[in-house]
């Protein structure tokens, strides 16, 4: 199985490397890193934003591998939160695309 990644991000390609090893169907997958554009701000500053980034990576890197079987996309962006310090927080969306549907992780 081969699974194409939407960043080059060392940090977020060992993440998904590592949850791909604890699923038995996946562990053998072998993974492509893709430096692909989110087609959002370099800061995402919504939940919309923060996932459609997420999305876009995933598709974007599932179109430039040519026979993978799954892509991620990771995103992390900044939510309004009420009582907080700064008022934001930090989030990651993860979207796992398969061609067809796209699924969606926080």
Known sequence: ???????????????VEETLRD???????????????????GQPLSMEETVRGAINRAKN???ECTDCDYSFGIESGLIEVPYTKSGYMDVCMVAIYDGSNTHLGM
């Open 23 to 41: 699923y038995p169907h996946l562990a053998e997958s072998e993974s492509d890193a893709h430096a692909v554009d989110s087609g959002v701000g």
């Open 61 to 63: 890197a599932f179109n």
């Open 1 to 15: 199985m081969k699974i194409a990644i939407g960043t080059k991000n060392k940090v977020k390609v060992m993440a």
